[in-house]
C-alpha cells in the first residue's frame, strides 16, 4: 500500500492551498480516509475526515468552515481544500487510511509520508 500526499508549499496568510493524496495498493473506495497534521513540537492531530462513499464527513474545528475534505474513487485519491490559511496551520499533513471515519490515529492503518504546508508572509 502506498499513500502518495503532495501540494503543500508556501503561501500567504488568507491563501489556499489544496492537497491531493493519491492510494496504491488497496481497494481505495473500502476505505474512509483522514487528514492528519504535524507541527514541530506538537503531537499530531486530527484534521478532517471521509467516509468511502464521500456521504459523510467531520472536521477539527479548529479547521470547521475553512477546510473541505473530498474524494474521488475513480481516481484512488483524496482532497484537502484549505482556504483562509492561517500561521497556526503550518505543520506536515499527513493522509491515512482507516476501516471507517473516525478521529484517531490509532484507528488509521496506513499513513503517506507527509507534505509541508508553511503559512507565513
Known amino acids: 500500500v502506498q499513500l502518495q500526499a503532495s501540494g503543500g508549499g508556501l503561501v500567504q496568510p488568507g491563501g489556499s492551498l489544496r492537497l491531493s493524496c493519491a492510494a496504491s495498493?488497496?481497494?481505495?473506495?473500502?476505505?474512509?480516509m483522514g487528514w492528519f497534521r504535524q507541527a514541530p513540537g506538537k503531537e499530531r492531530e486530527f484534521v478532517a475526515a471521509?467516509?468511502?462513499?464521500?456521504?459523510?464527513?467531520y472536521y477539527a474545528d479548529s479547521v470547521k468552515d475553512r477546510f473541505t475534505i473530498s474524494r474521488d474513487n475513480a481516481k484512488n485519491s483524496v482532497y484537502l481544500q484549505m482556504n483562509s490559511l492561517k500561521p497556526e496551520d503550518t505543520a506536515v499533513y499527513y493522509c491515512?487510511?482507516?476501516?471507517?471515519?473516525?478521529?484517531?490515529?490509532?484507528?488509521?492503518?496506513?499513513w503517506g509520508q507527509g507534505t509541508l504546508v508553511t503559512v507565513s508572509s
Open positions: 491515512a487510511t482507516a476501516a471507517y471515519l473516525q478521529t484517531t490515529p490509532r484507528g488509521y492503518t496506513y
Open positions: 495498493g488497496l481497494t481505495f473506495s473500502m476505505y474512509a
Open positions: 471521509i467516509n468511502w462513499s464521500g456521504s459523510s464527513t
